[in-house]
């Protein structure tokens, strides 16, 4: 799960753990952007960049790699499983 805020980005692993950056305490009402954790591998693979953007677009989080980019993610809360 990811979450970009005044340009931090924020990772979450399962159970909405804190992968990165591991110094923060998050709310339980925060709201996140989950993508399938094959895709966002997938999308590095196939992107071959070593440079990763992630963007907050309208109503739309996105994460590019090279030619690909993901849009469509679902938001937690409310829908985090």
């Known amino acids: 799960m990811f979450k970009l805020e005044n340009d ?8 909405r753990k804190v ?3 591991n110094t923060i305490a998050i709310e339980s009402s925060e709201v996140f952007h ?5 895709k966002v591998i997938e999308i590095l693979i196939k ?4 440079q990763t953007y992630f963007e907050n677009r ?12 993901l849009e469509y993610s679902t938001p937690c809360p409310p829908y985090c499983n």
């Open 58 to 69: 309208k109503n739309v989080f996105s994460i590019t790699n090279g030619n690909y980019t």
């Open 8 to 15: 931090k980005l924020t990772v979450l692993g399962d159970q």
């Open 34 to 38: 989950m993508y399938s954790k094959s």
């Open 47 to 50: 992107g071959g960049n070593t």
């Open 19 to 21: 992968i990165s950056p």
